[in-house]
Nanobody, 120 residues
Framework: QVQLVESGGGLVQPGGSLTLSCAAP????????MRWFRQAPGRQRELVAT???????TYIEDVKGRFTISRDNAKNTFYLQMSSLKPEDTAVYYC??????????????WGQGTQVTVSS
């Protein structure tokens, strides 16, 4: 079991900014794709953004131009910078990654979730 550790959620006003972080254990052999999901009350969990090991990024249409996913491979950490936040961005945000703790073992790992609330 590989646990990712999230930080950075909170309450922010509409139009504001927030950055989420997600850290994997330091002794991980390799990490491939890293992702951010979110789940709003009464809705299904949705994939928000993905970054590959080489840095290629993809986003859902709703967050394009407002959210930026990035990674620091030296620290086994990735980020979601969110700006121009809207009330409809309110959700629990989860990080997720394809991890190889050792060369012959694959795990799809999740963070514990962090609440982001956009409200005045």
């Amino acid at each position: 079991q590989v646990q990712l550790v999230e930080s950075g959620g909170g309450l922010v006003q509409p139009g504001g900014s927030l950055t989420l972080s997600c850290a994997a254990p330091e002794d991980i052999f390799s990490i491939n794709d890293m992702r951010w999901f979110r789940q709003a009350p009464g809705r299904q969990r949705e994939l928000v953004a993905t970054i590959t090991q080489t840095g290629k990024t993809t986003y859902i249409e709703d967050v394009k131009g407002r959210f930026t996913i990035s990674r620091d491979n030296a620290k086994n950490t990735f980020y979601l910078q969110m700006s121009s936040l809207k009330p409809e961005d309110t959700a629990v945000y989860y990080c997720n990654a394809d991890v190889w703790p050792i060369p012959d073992m694959f795990r799809n790992a999740w963070g514990q979730g962090t609440q982001v609330t956009v409200s005045s």
